[in-house]
């Protein structure tokens, strides 16, 4: 009996966090953990939060990202509470950095050197599903923010991947992805440099 309220307690909590979109012949289930139900007529519906739907302009390409509170809000949901929402995120994150230049790309990078912190079993996650492009914009963005802080980048990269397998024990067991991060980043960070 008591699994069952579990079960049935954790079943209505998803709910509540889920909005079914007709579109033309199909459906589509959106869940947002930003989302807050409004009452429409008879039913209950959870609607698609701003940011998410922003997001979605930036991912179709129907929208260019911009030093705006839309997009700081997109790349300030790469640290939701939900990692599906993190997830979604990071991949949002992906489209932004891309097409960003000047004042939003500093803000891009210092938004992926804290979600690379914060969530360093996710990223690296994330990071080794990255297609070759991919991984260049997102090593690309890590590697900036080691150039801008001054320091030694060798020591300043050493010492951050070093935290990151003392913290994180899932990734210091995936030695070979750390390892070609941090050589990666020091070779970016350092020919940013010169």
């Known amino acids: 009996m008591k699994y069952l309220i579990i079960t049935l307690s954790a079943l209505a909590l998803t709910a509540c966090a889920t909005d079914t979109e007709t579109t033309g012949e199909s459906t589509v289930t959106v869940v947002d953990s930003t989302a807050v139900p409004a009452t429409t007529g008879e039913s209950t519906v959870a609607p698609v939060s701003a940011t998410r739907t922003y997001a979605e302009t930036l991912l179709d390409g129907s929208a260019k990202p911009a030093n705006n509170k839309e997009t700081m809000a997109c790349?300030?949901?790469?640290?939701?509470?939900?990692?599906?929402?993190?997830?979604?995120?990071?991949?949002?994150?992906?489209?932004?950095?891309?097409?960003?230049?000047?004042?939003?790309?500093e803000t891009v990078s210092e938004k992926a050197i804290a979600y690379f912190e914060q969530f360093p079993e996710e990223a690296l996650a994330n990071y080794k599903e990255l297609s070759k492009e991919e991984k260049a914009i997102?090593?690309?963005?890590?590697?900036?923010?080691?150039?801008?802080?001054?320091?030694?980048?060798?020591?300043?990269?050493?010492?951050?991947?070093?935290?990151?397998?003392?913290?994180c024990k899932a990734c210091a067991a995936d030695e070979k992805t750390l390892e070609e991060l941090r050589l990666e980043l020091i070779k970016k960070a350092s020919k940013l440099k010169s």
């Open 75 to 105: 790349l300030d949901s790469m640290m939701g509470v939900s990692r599906d929402t993190r997830d979604y995120f990071f991949d949002v994150y992906l489209s932004i950095s891309s097409a960003s230049d000047g004042v939003l790309a």
């Open 138 to 167: 997102f090593t690309d963005d890590l590697a900036f923010e080691f150039y801008s802080s001054g320091g030694n980048i060798a020591n300043d990269v050493n010492e951050s991947i070093d935290v990151i397998e003392k913290n």
